[in-house]
T-cell receptor
Framework: NAGVTQTPKFRVLKTGQSMTLLCAQD?????MYWYRQDPGMGLRLIHYSVGEGTTAKGEVPDGYNVSRLKKQNFLLGLESAAPSQTSVYFC???????????FGPGTRLLVL | SQQGEEDPQALSIQEGENATMNCSYKTSINNLQWYRQNSGRGLVHLILIRSNEREKHSGRLRVTLDTSKKSSSLLITASRAADTASYFC?????????????FGKGITLSVRP
């Protein structure tokens, strides 16, 4: 039982490049989330999903897109990376929005 | 918008001492959760306390919730060096079925051996 996994662990991008972060969970959770964590800012919700085929905007959605084609996977895309998107990205999942969230190990992204 | 705010921002104690961390929030909540984050890792859930509960225990952890003061505290008794981490409170505001969890900025706890 791997829980929540994220790939890649670390990535360096140049401004304007695109990339996709993959999150996978094996707990059959309906809800999945993408957060970013910046120093002094805590965790901020980017996008979330309440089930397969659904997505919704969180607190800081601009510059990101997401897809949930399969229940176990939640993809976060950056179409044109900017230095302001340098951050640590965490994926999480839960059985319901108000219940315990299980986090992945994070992806460190550096945009030059 | 930030719902929960932790206090203090940083705490340094000696191994064996108790650590008390506080969280205050602005609007009424359904539940409040505490998470721990070790350096370079993801967050790990510690305790969830619902708005109709006043106190919960889990091993060396004790969480209290005072809804009249809109505050919660996390007590770690007999701290160990391995408790060194950042601790976050997260609140779920009252609202619809999809009220979102909002995390505070965290408390950095250092436990000196």
């Amino acid at each position: 039982n791997a829980g929540v996994t994220q790939t890649p662990k670390f990535r360096v991008l140049k401004t304007g490049q695109s990339m996709t972060l993959l999150c996978a969970q094996d707990m059959n959770h309906e809800y999945m989330y993408w957060y970013r964590q910046d120093p002094g800012m805590g965790l901020r919700l980017i996008h979330y999903s309440v089930g397969e085929g659904t997505t919704a905007k969180g607190e800081v959605p601009d510059g990101y897109n997401v897809s949930r084609l399969k229940k176990q996977n939640f993809l976060l895309g950056l179409e044109s990376a900017a230095p302001s998107q340098t951050s640590v990205y965490f994926c999480a999942s839960s059985t319901h929005m108000r219940e315990t969230q299980y986090f992945g190990p994070g992806t460190r992204l550096l945009v030059l | 918008s930030q719902q929960g705010e932790e206090d203090p921002q940083a705490l340094s104690i000696q191994e064996g001492e108790n650590a008390t961390m506080n969280c205050s929030y602005k609007t009424s909540i359904n539940n409040l959760q505490w998470y721990r984050q070790n350096s370079g890792r993801g967050l790990v859930h510690l305790i969830l306390i619902r708005s109709n509960e006043r106190e919960k225990h889990s091993g060396r952890l004790r969480v209290t919730l005072d809804t009249s003061k809109k505050s919660s505290s996390l007590l770690i008794t007999a701290s160990r060096a391995a408790d060194t981490a950042s601790y976050f409170c997260a609140t779920e505001p009252l609202g619809g079925a999809n009220s979102k969890l909002t995390f505070g900025k965290g408390i950095t706890l250092s436990v000196r051996p």
